[in-house]
């Protein structure tokens, strides 16, 4: 069973900066597509940013903000988080792709508030 295991989150000042991990149980290279979502209270999950094969993508509100990267080596996936708003207050959740199997992390609390 692929596991998808989150750290990063935290308290942040508005225009700060934070750098998510994802760390994944097997090689990354096994995933099609790897990537973040966010879901503030009350609202639906949506993607952040994607990895697919060579190519990345962004949702409109961070582009810009937020950068996704990948460490083969290390099996783990970042989001770099950059001039952090209010608006970006979410859990923020690691998402896998693989053979048709939809993988999630638990998931990690980014809070942006002065």
């Excluded at 760390?23 to 639906?44: C, D, E, V």
């Excluded at 608006?87 to 998931?107: H, I, K, R």
């Amino acid at each position: 069973q692929v596991q998808l295991v989150e750290s990063g989150g935290g308290l942040v000042q508005p225009g700060g900066s934070l750098r998510l991990s994802c760390a994944a149980s097997s090689s990354i290279f096994n995933f099609n597509a790897m990537g973040w979502y966010h879901q503030a209270p009350g609202k639906q999950r949506d993607l952040v940013a994607v990895l697919t094969g060579g190519s990345t993508n962004y949702a409109d509100s961070v582009k810009g903000r937020f950068t996704i990267s990948r460490d083969n080596a290390k099996n783990t996936v970042y989001l770099q988080m950059n001039s952090l708003k209010p608006e970006d207050t979410a859990v923020y959740y690691c998402y896998g792709f693989s053979l048709g199997v939809n993988y999630w992390g638990q998931g990690t609390q980014v809070t942006v508030s002065s």
